[in-house]
DNA sequence: TTACGATAGTTTACTATTAAACTAATAAAT
DNA sequence: ATTTATTAGTTTAATAGTAAACTATCGTAA
């Protein structure tokens, strides 16, 4: 068993999500949002709830403020106050920013499932069970 | 055989990269350079020229000029021009440098390295293995 | 041998991001 | 009940990042 160079690992994984998203980037733009706001917008089903958010995907509270106000003003999405937690918001997708948001995903499925071809079809279950154990 | 899901996969990858950064970083600051200067600077022996760093590590030129700005005047690197082209900077890590680049990216390791240690280690090598032929 | 297109790197001018401080609401303790 | 601490989200003030335009050099070709 040879000793695992988590330096190297680290360095290939990382360069390969920037690459990725470094080429899709114009895509996504082309539907009305930025990078960034399409992670926000694909994650809200599963965290409706702005601070929720900003743990999830490791981003600063104002910066979540600020792409759900940009979302929001696009229609991408709408606010609820919590009506159990009057702090609290919670988000809703339109139809719209549903829509959107699969377009988004899936180009950028496109460009990442290009790289995850390399895998035949039991490696990427088995990619996917390690990083949900990693998560 | 279930169809894999390529932006479920994309989103871990993405949360985790993102989770381990953000824990690092504070201590990285503390070795008197931002993260993502660590990522040049780790780049650097092989990738001594500042248009192949931007490239490699997807970043604009004008990001890379300014990374670099600062390593040199924190002491971590220097810049020759090459005598064969003039328009090129040839980068070359100090003592400094190389040390302190060292430590930061042990401190990345180590992090990252907590994560994958809720694997066993079948599970790592296998790791390892799918993200290799990602690269 | 100058003219032209391409490349390396920088500067400028603008936008994006965020730390710190804030408001508002809730929870916990006294 | 009232203080105190905590949490959700926003605003402000400042820094970080970058697209566009620039300088300088190179390679090539008529």
Redesign the interface.
């Known amino acids: 068993?040879?000793k695992?160079?988590?330096?190297r690992?680290?360095?290939?994984?990382?360069?390969?999500?920037?690459?990725?998203?470094?080429s899709v980037a114009p895509d996504i733009t082309g539907l009305g949002l930025e990078t960034k706001e399409l992670?926000v917008l694909?994650?809200v089903d599963e965290h409706p709830h702005p601070a929720e958010l900003a743990g999830?995907?490791?981003m600063p509270k104002p910066s979540v403020t600020m792409y759900i106000k940009r979302l929001e003003a696009a229609g991408f999405l709408r606010r609820e106050i919590d009506s159990a937690d009057l702090r609290r918001h919670r988000l809703i997708l339109t139809p719209e920013g549903r829509k959107t948001m699969a377009r988004g995903?899936a180009l950028?499925?496109k460009a990442?499932?290009a790289?995850?071809a390399?895998?035949n079809?039991?490696?990427?279950?088995?990619?996917?069970t390690?990083?949900?154990?990693?998560?």
């Open positions: 068993m040879p695992i160079d988590v330096g690992i680290w360095s290939l994984n990382f360069r390969l999500l920037m690459s990725v998203i470094t992670f694909a994650e999830v995907l490791s995903l950028l499925a990442f499932g790289r995850l390399r895998l079809s039991a490696q990427q279950s088995e990619l996917a390690l990083l949900e154990k990693l998560g």
